[in-house]
């Protein structure tokens, strides 16, 4: 579905812990998801990707979990550090048509020193 | 690489007038590009996607006669804004996909309209 609201969630941590950010897609055909991160002012940045027949991919200090049971995507950072700062949008597409990208909310992290 | 821009990143124009983005892809060609709108803390909106050489398709409730987009090349993508309109005050983010087999989406930087 089509993201709405006015406020974005947020989340705050304390420097050097972990976060993990949570996202509940829509739907149920979505067979691949991306996190993004969007730094105020500028475009979204690719961080991590998964396709539905996995439920966990890790990268550099990122981590994504996917349940399809319950449409629902996580993100976790390990050791957070103050570049982390940023809006996180968790993306959904399917794997026909013109690969269009769905955009949820979106939470804002915010790192303290 | 994998690198996009956008031009102008701000502008500012008056009501009743109309302004072009510009979006590139500077090291790849790419076989779509896509224009999403964002509103001050809001998420993306898909506005279109426009194939090299074809007319671009646009999702439900964007006005195509308003937002006129030529992909005129594999490099260079333009948003129109027709008679623009302080509603249409927002970011404009392009992205940019080549023809492999992944679905990643390369962002632009995004542009700050501002209409007064």
């Known amino acids: 579905g089509e993201s709405v609201g006015l406020h974005l969630p947020t989340l705050s941590v304390q420097e050097g812990d972990n976060s993990i950010i949570n996202c509940a897609y829509s739907n149920s055909a979505s067979d691949?998801?991306?996190?993004?991160?969007?730094?105020?002012?500028?475009?979204?940045?690719?961080?991590?990707?998964?396709?539905?027949?996995?439920?966990?991919?890790?990268?550099?200090?990122?981590?994504?979990?996917?349940?399809?049971?319950?449409?629902?995507?996580?993100?976790?950072?390990?050791?957070?550090?103050?570049?982390?700062?940023?809006?996180y949008f968790c993306a959904e597409t399917t794997d026909q048509g013109a690969q269009k990208l769905v955009f949820g909310q979106g939470t804002r992290l915010t790192i303290n020193p | 690489g994998a690198v996009v821009s956008q031009h102008p990143s701000w502008v500012i124009c008056k009501s009743g007038t109309s302004v072009k983005i510009e979006?590139?892809?500077?090291?790849f060609q790419a076989t779509t590009m896509f224009w999403y709108r964002q509103f001050p803390k809001q998420s993306l909106m898909l506005m279109a996607t426009s194939n090299e050489g074809s007319k671009a398709t646009y999702e439900q409730g964007?006005?195509?006669?308003?937002?006129?987009?030529?992909?005129?090349?594999?490099?260079?993508?333009?948003?129109?804004?027709?008679?623009?309109?302080?509603?249409?005050?927002?970011?404009?983010?392009?992205?940019?996909?080549?023809?492999?087999?992944?679905?990643?989406?390369?962002?632009?930087p995004g542009t700050r309209l501002t209409v007064t």
């Not at chain 2, 979006?23 to 090291?27: A, F, G, I, T, W």
């Open chain 1, 32 to 87: 691949y998801f991306i996190w993004y991160k969007q730094e105020s002012g500028k475009g979204p940045q690719f961080i991590i990707d998964i396709r539905s027949n996995m439920d966990k991919r890790q990268g550099q200090r990122v981590t994504v979990l996917l349940n399809k049971t319950v449409k629902h995507l996580s993100l976790q950072i390990a050791a957070t550090q103050p570049g982390d700062s940023a809006v």
């Open chain 2, 23 to 27: 979006c590139r892809s500077l090291d």
């Open chain 2, 62 to 108: 964007v006005e195509k006669d308003k937002f006129l987009i030529n992909h005129a090349s594999l490099t260079l993508s333009t948003l129109t804004v027709t008679s623009a309109h302080p509603e249409d005050s927002s970011f404009y983010i392009c992205s940019a996909r080549t023809g492999s087999l992944y679905y990643e989406q390369y962002f632009g």
